[in-house]
T-cell receptor, first 110, second 113 residues
Framework: TQLLEQSPQFLSIQEGENLTVYCNSS?????LQWYRQEPGEGPVLLVT?????EVKKLKRLTFQFGDARKDSSLHITAAQPGDTGLYLC??????????FGPGTRLSVLP | DTGVSQNPRHKITKRGQNVTFRCDPI?????LYWYRQTLGQGPEFLTY????????KSRLLSDRFSAERPKGSFSTLEIQRTEQGDSAMYLC???????????FGPGTRLTVL
């Protein structure tokens, strides 16, 4: 049973377009993290959101944590080819236990 | 380079052989995690150490798998009698004493023929 679901599974867009990917769960998490992973490498942490309703911005990336702390979204503005990768969300319990979603594989075409 | 390192980066082995992977976490990080990732999936939790103590093991970790962190620094993950289903990327991550940020290594890709 997948505790975290991510959608869409795959996304292919043109450079300059905007996109949103989603992370959903029936569980409540103490915090939620977003990672980006490139082929053959380990995931790299992008952001941690802690408070329900929290919005964090990282340049062209905007992360939102749902009010109930069960879901999150990642919005990318004016996507660039360098944004290509696997975007993973991870739910965190009590700062020590992590569960990852299956990821959204993003391809940004020049 | 002070990041998490993993060795080897790639391992090809025949079914039935034993393999051992090593993870060197960021120094002074007391928490260390092992994950397994198959194609098209997110990392699946295998086990977790706080210092040298193994505090949690996933039920994914069969008795063919064993992990150690003898001095609370580097860790090893051994798979005995490998099976083709063990083929995956094995990722290690470390976390500092406070906070929940995980720093991942580049992984070891295992192929069992």
């Amino acid at each position: 049973t997948q505790l975290l679901e991510q959608s869409p599974q795959f996304l292919s867009i043109q450079e300059g377009e905007n996109l949103t990917v989603y992370c959903n769960s029936s569980s409540v998490f103490s915090s939620l993290q977003w990672y980006r992973q490139e082929p053959g490498e380990g995931p790299v942490l992008l952001v941690t959101v802690v408070t329900g309703g929290e919005v964090k911005k990282l340049k062209r990336l905007t992360f939102q944590f749902g009010d109930a702390r069960k879901d999150s979204s990642l919005h990318i503005t004016a996507a660039q080819p360098g944004d290509t990768g696997l975007y993973l969300c991870a739910g965190v319990w009590y700062g020590q236990n992590f569960v990852f979603g299956p990821g959204t594989r993003l391809s940004v075409l020049p | 380079d002070t990041g998490v390192s993993q060795n080897p980066r790639h391992k090809i082995t025949k079914r039935g052989q034993n393999v051992t992977f090593r993870c060197d976490p960021i120094s002074e990080h007391n928490r260390l995690y092992w994950y397994r990732q198959t194609l098209g999936q997110g990392p699946e939790f295998l086990t977790y150490f706080q210092n040298e103590a193994q505090l949690e093991k996933s039920r994914l970790l069969s008795d063919r798998f064993s992990a150690e962190r003898p001095k609370g620094s580097f860790s090893t993950l051994e798979i005995q009698r490998t099976e083709q289903g063990d083929s995956a990327m094995y990722l290690c991550a470390s976390s500092p004493r406070t906070g929940n940020e995980q720093f991942f290594g580049p992984g070891t890709r295992l192929t069992v023929l």
